[in-house]
């Protein structure tokens, strides 16, 4: 028997014999939303991990139609433990069949799931599920920021994984999508990113600076300038060694080449100036109109810069001003003063308040992935009392951002996302498909549990 035809009749033998998998979906306990990032492990520690849909294509066949214990872990979501500790459960899988875990939240906000990478709905299409979702080719995504343009929604990210090598783009890709991308403030959530590529349709960076290193852009905005004109604008720095910036400039986006152009330089590392001026344009940036009527545009979180908001301003250093940030924030349980990594502050018209969602530094149970609520009179301050909204065990969850072009300032609900990612941690284990990628969560601002942290 020719050894083509034997391989052939094997493989379709394969075929018939393949077990359909069992779909296990995990839900919010209070109110029914799929949960996003759930691990299930069994006693011979095989890991499945829940997609955007909450779902699972458990395809173990050695446990089909046996009794089978899985092991249930969420960061923010739990089941109870039984007598010896244990969090998780038994059920029998069956090749076709469907199992429905509900989970209790533990934490504030409410996850939505990943908003970049690969298989954000994958376990679901095993399935036979989201069949028209398409991928956008990026499996990974650091630091994300976002700038409204033209009548779009501009997005920007810092180092980037590709599939064909462990290297990707290391100087910036950029993507649009519409202004308002979601179909539902909450799961199962995926984003359509029309990325800058190259002529081979793969996403690509947008900035060159000269000599090696990284190029990472931050306080990305459009500004107007005296004409009215809209400018995409953003701070540029050169990652030269050991993660530390060799120099620092502005740069505008480009329509005609998909690229930024270089404005200015307005540091370089040097022996009479080791280090970057302060302040610069950075962070995450936000207007507002002072009670003069006069429009300012203030950088990072907490805000620790101003100018005027308007191109020739934020070009203009003679024109930049300092603001002293607040080091540190008091608790609402009174556990004790807190110190931002990273925060993001916006306008929140349903609490007539303004917003910060904060990362803190040196956290439990994580070093870097608590992330805490507070409200404040003015980008400024003064800010009351800080409430915990999430959690991440042994997982860091950085450079956190409200996205607040996601919803209307008059909405009570809120969406922050970070970088979900083992960098910081000892924990060697990553997740599948989410690790190094932005994270989505959603708050409700009338949510009881918040009102520690609101002062009226």
Known sequence: MPLKFVLSLAALVSASHALEPCKIEVVDKSNGWPVPLVQLTTTNDESFVTDNAGVVAF?????????TWL????????LNKDGFGNRGLRFTPKPGGTFKIEIERKQIAKRLGRLTGGGIFAESQKLGGFPKWKESGVLGSDTVQTATYKGKLMWLWGDTNLPAYPLGIFNTPVASSALKPLAALKPPTGIVYDYVTNDKGIPRGTIEVEGPGPVWLSGFISLPDKEGKEHLVATWSKIADMMKASSFGLAEWNDATQKFDIVSTFWKRSDAEPNPPKPYPDGHPVLWKDEKGKTWVYFNGPANFKCPATYEAWKDRAQWQAIEPVKSFKTA??????????????????????VMILQQKFGKPSVFGEVWYLEGD???????????????????????????QLTSPDEPVLIFEGTYTTSFTDNKIKTPRYDYNQMAYRLDLDDPALKPAQKN
């Open 59 to 67: 395809d173990a066949p050695e446990f089909m139609g046996r009794e």
């Open 71 to 78: 092991t249930v872990h969420s960061h923010g979501y739990e």
């Open 333 to 354: 349980d009174g556990s004790g003063d807190i110190a931002p990594s990273s925060a993001s502050i916006a306008w929140s018209g349903y609490r007539k308040k303004w």
């Open 378 to 404: 003015s980008p400024e301050g003064p800010w009351g009392p800080a409430v915990k909204v999430a959690t991440h065990e042994n997982y860091t969850f950085y450079n956190v951002q409200i996205d607040w």
